[in-house]
């Protein structure tokens, strides 16, 4: 009788402790995949910025003021990038991320453009790296303005030279 309760309480035991491996696993997958999504979130919204820096920069060049759409554009998008960061506040580069978007400690624009290039450019290589490796390698290959505008037929050329 003492040997079937034995037996008994050890088979609960190995199998509540299976249910807490599972579910510990399972909490550690769902962690990952959450970040996962920030991460692309983020990297997403900082490249928006970056493309609409674009504007900033080119004010600044003719010195100039930039226009206020795209400046309340760049906070809104600064802010959504910004609480996303609240909600992986392990994710790389956290602070060169915070830095490039808040600090005032950039001369000038170009400054924080090159920032967020190289920012860019190492966040590309974490979110999808294949897709970076392939996309430079046909940047480098295309060499764009070696080529006459009537010869470029990409569907990705940009409009600009449609």
Known sequence: ???????????????LFGVL??????????????KEKIRFEIYMNLLDISSYY???????????????????LLRDLSFKTLDKLRQADDIEYLNEILEVLFSEN????KERAVKFD?????????VSPNFAKKINQISKD?????????????PGTPKILN
Request: hydrophobic share 45%; proline share 3%; aromatic share 10%.
């Open 1 to 15: 009788m003492t040997e079937i309760i034995i037996s008994f309480l050890s088979g609960m035991i190995l199998a």
């Open 21 to 34: 491996v599972g579910y510990y696993f399972q909490k550690r997958l769902e962690k990952s995949k959450e």
């Open 54 to 72: 674009f504007w900033i920069t080119t004010a600044e060049i003719h010195n100039e003021k930039p226009s206020i759409e795209i400046v309340n």
């Open 106 to 109: 950039f001369d000038t624009a």
């Open 118 to 126: 190289e920012l860019l450019e190492r966040l590309h290589r974490k």
């Open 142 to 154: 295309n060499l764009l303005l070696s080529k006459p505008l009537s010869k470029l037929n990409a």
